[in-house]
């Protein structure tokens, strides 16, 4: 499957912002997609993950309460929500698909290009 996330730029503390990844090529209602992030000079994070059907949720403690995941299967679609953005948010967002909702990068077997989010402060 490919994956094409969109949707990033910059916006000030406090702003909300969607993310969008879209897919083709594969089975999309039978992933389990997650979102990730990597700020300049730090390790690749976990955000959060749904599951294939969009009955389940995960998120990573910094987007609990901030951040929504949501999917359309019908449309291969996934989500990301982020609302009150802090400038620690800033960072290059990563959507991915994989068998298991994990917060292990390694539990993910596509990934998209990234989209790049900046929040000032």
């Known amino acids: 499957v490919q994956l094409q996330a969109s949707g990033g730029g910059l916006v000030q503390a406090g702003d909300s912002l969607r993310l969008s990844c879209a897919a083709s090529?594969?089975?999309?209602?039978?992933?389990?997609m997650g979102w990730f992030r990597q700020a300049p000079g730090k390790e690749r994070e976990f955000v959060g993950a749904?599951?294939?059907?969009?009955?389940?949720?995960s998120y990573d403690d910094s987007a609990k309460g901030r951040f929504t995941i949501s999917r359309d299967n019908v449309k291969s679609a996934v989500y990301l929500q982020m609302n009150s953005l802090k400038p620690e948010d800033t960072a290059v967002y990563y959507c991915?698909?994989?068998?298991?909702?994990?917060?292990?990068?390694?539990?993910?077997?596509?990934w998209g290009q990234g989209t790049q989010v900046t929040v000032s402060s």
């Open positions: 749904i599951n294939g059907g969009g009955s389940m949720r």
């Open positions: 090529g594969g089975f999309f209602s039978t992933y389990n």
């Open positions: 991915a698909a994989g068998y298991s909702i994990s917060q292990s990068s390694s539990n993910y077997y596509y």
